[in-house]
């Protein structure tokens, strides 16, 4: 089992920058990818950002030159640097872990943080 705890969420005017943190009960060494996503009232969970183990980095689109996802390997935390934030951003963010062993594939959630945006 993988215990996901997420951190640093809150409220923020337009423009402005938060950094999420997801710290991780295990050794994240043997978690092969990592992600953020995001729901938005009414709206379906959607990724934002995926780390891999060896720091391969994906982004939505609408985030794209702006958010910045990184692992600390060692802290066994994730994190989510989010500049230029848009009142489109407001979403609960919730960290994900997949690990796979032999052909099994494993995801672990965490319980999310609220991040508002909002002047």
């Known amino acids: 089992q993988v215990q996901l705890v997420e951190s640093g969420g809150g409220l923020v005017q337009p423009g402005g920058s938060l950094r999420l943190s997801c710290a991780a009960s295990?050794?994240?060494?043997?978690?092969?990818?990592m992600d953020w996503y995001r729901q938005a009232p009414g709206k379906e969970r959607e990724l934002v950002a995926r780390?891999?183990?060896?720091?391969?980095?994906n982004y939505a689109d609408f985030v794209k030159g702006r958010f910045t996802i990184s692992r600390d390997n060692a802290k066994g935390t994730v994190y989510l640097q989010m500049n230029s934030l848009k009142p489109e951003d407001t979403a609960v963010y919730y960290c994900?872990?997949?690990?796979?062993?032999?052909?099994?594939?494993?995801?672990?959630w965490g319980r999310g943080t609220q991040v508002t945006v909002s002047s």
């Open positions: 994900h872990a997949e690990r796979v062993v032999g052909l099994a594939s494993y995801d672990y």
């Open positions: 295990t050794s994240i060494y043997s978690i092969n990818a």
């Open positions: 780390i891999t183990s060896g720091g391969i980095t």
